[in-house]
């Protein structure tokens, strides 16, 4: 039997599931003032909705997608993002009637077919942001204010913004096709994959990483300079706002992102240090999908920040997740005798609010002691058959090993005033 966990996962130990929750936590407390509210879509959908949604001619659709068919035929697929989940959840449970806007947020595990690497994982954990029904530059530029407050937040610095606009059906579909003229006229200098995308994804040939693919695509057209009237404005809106809230970006033509759906602004936030692979973040508008799932026109923007290359910029640079103590205080037994009376503590010490640990080994009570240091606890309660006949406990510190008896009763009203006393 192979133990080990499947290759592209891995198991999510304590000191990094506490980043994980430690990142959680800040985009709950963020998210709430930006008026978010949670939504969880299931694990696995329809293959539809992601084929439909994020685009055939993708790498997502076409390589990476953990399609499979259940058990009654139907085809389904493990989700590699979530904006078209959400966005079918909100068009199934009504969730933007007419007129309104919806804000949501979504955290958890994705799943894509790609070849491990630092940062990159077959499962791999992201947090999401969606604004439905809102058409307004504005919420544009808060939706990348939000994203830019939220690694300012965890403490990340040095950090990049790129800003662009990829158009709309307006204007993109006759740009899309001067691109690939362009590229069919350099494909010898292209790799095979950028001139294949000539006849798929043309705008996708700027995403690619090599460094003489990039060279080439430098010199193509550029949308901003294709942009019809109605996208130039709301693209200079855009940047008017982000100019007001003091934000730095800087224009990148090249930024298309990886997914069909995204029309008129897209942006990215990169940090240093990650290589070719340096986003962190980033996302964009994407007006046409909720017709696309067959509802009606609903406008919709959004991000998505991941988890696995946040965490190596934050150990980059330096920044540590405060290790809770396991236990506040230990409840230790002086011997054998009383252990029925250190365990009934420790529950009323738990139900008190308090966190306790005790021995389920048989410990001396000077390993006792050094299980109480390996845990980080501030406190100990020593109960022997002495201090039971008299109705008290002694309380050591463990920082200084001094000593105190107490009297057992009200012992957790003792304890709370002592840990607040530091």
């Not at 985009?27 to 949604?53: C, D, K, S």
């Not at 590229?183 to 996708?204: F, G, K, V, Y």
């Not at 150990?315 to 205080?329: C, I, K, M, S, Y």
Request: aromatic share 8%.
């Amino acid at each position: 039997m192979d133990y080990r966990a499947p290759k592209g996962t891995a198991d999510m130990l304590p000191e990094t599931a506490r980043a994980w929750e430690h990142m959680q936590r800040t985009a709950q407390e963020l998210f709430a003032r930006y008026g978010y509210q949670p939504l969880y879509p299931p694990v696995f959908e329809h293959t539809e909705i992601f084929a439909r949604g994020i685009g055939e001619a993708t790498d997502i659709v076409s390589k990476e997608m953990y399609t499979f068919e259940d058990r009654g035929g139907r085809s389904v697929t493990l989700r590699p993002e979530a904006t078209a989940s959400i966005v079918r959840a909100s068009l199934e449970h009504n969730l933007v009637p007419p007129g309104s806007v919806a804000k949501l947020y979504f955290m958890g595990p994705m799943f894509r077919y790609e070849r491990p690497q630092a940062g990159r994982m077959r499962q791999f954990w992201q947090i999401d942001a969606e604004i439905l029904g809102a058409a307004e530059p504005s919420a544009d530029a808060e939706m990348i204010a939000l994203l830019a407050r939220y690694f300012e937040t965890l403490g990340i610095t040095g950090t990049t913004l790129l800003v662009n606009s990829m158009g709309d059906d307006a204007c993109r579909p006759q740009y899309r096709e001067k691109v690939r003229a362009y590229i069919r006229e350099h494909s010898e200098q292209l790799c095979e994959e950028c001139a294949r995308r000539a006849d798929t994804n043309p705008l996708r040939a700027f995403d690619c990483k090599k460094p003489t693919c990039r060279d080439v695509m430098d010199l193509a057209p550029k949308l901003r300079d294709e942009l019809c009237r109605d996208c130039a404005a709301h693209y200079s809106a855009v940047k008017g706002y982000l100019d007001d809230l003091g934000i730095a970006y800087v224009e990148d033509p090249s930024l298309v992102r990886g997914l069909d759906y995204y029309t008129r602004t897209v942006f990215e936030i990169q940090a240093p240090g990650l290589g070719a692979q340096n986003a962190i973040g980033g996302g964009g508008r994407y007006d046409r999908l909720m017709e696309q799932f067959g509802g009606p026109p609903t406008p919709g923007l959004g991000f998505a920040l991941g988890f696995e290359r946040t965490l190596l910029v934050m150990q980059a640079q330096g920044l540590r997740v405060p290790a809770p103590a396991t236990a506040e205080v230990y409840v230790a037994r002086a011997q054998p005798e009383v252990a029925s009376a250190v365990f009934e503590l420790a529950a009323r010490l738990r139900e008190a609010g308090i966190s306790a640990e005790l021995d389920h080994q048989a410990r001396s009570l000077k390993s006792q002691f050094k299980q109480a240091d390996r845990l980080g606890a501030r406190l100990a309660l020593v109960v022997g058959p002495d201090e039971l006949a008299g109705g008290e406990v002694t309380v050591r510190a463990m920082a200084t090993s001094q000593e105190r008896r107490a009297p057992l009763s009200g012992i957790a009203e003792v304890l709370q005033g002592l840990l607040a006393e530091g």
